[in-house]
């Protein structure tokens, strides 16, 4: 399982699981509850190996588009 600390309260989780003999990749937020354990919460999405690459392409694409706009904001200072 890979964790992804959100913050003090609240984890990112990718895990690789099986459901009714198919494998998915299951991306969970878990919580921390009121005995400072970290519990799943309804938060979250499986998705079916195969369509993992799929997934991750989607997530390159989103981040190159994302550093695209970050980039034109990027203002360098005009020194005359």
């Not at 690789?16 to 400072?36: H, P, Q, S, T």
């Not at 309804?42 to 079916?48: A, E, H, N, Q, T």
């Not at 390159?60 to 200072?77: M, S, T, V, Y």
């Amino acid at each position: 399982m890979i964790e992804i600390k959100k913050n003090s309260f609240n984890r990112i989780t990718v895990q690789k699981c099986i459901f009714r003999g198919a494998e998915f990749i299951d991306i969970r937020n878990y919580f921390r509850n009121y005995e400072n354990e970290f519990k799943p919460s309804k938060k979250g999405i499986s998705v079916p190996l195969d369509k993992v690459e799929d997934l991750i392409q989607a997530l390159q694409e989103l981040n190159a588009e994302q550093e695209k706009l970050q980039g034109e904001f990027d203002i360098e200072p005009e020194f005359a």
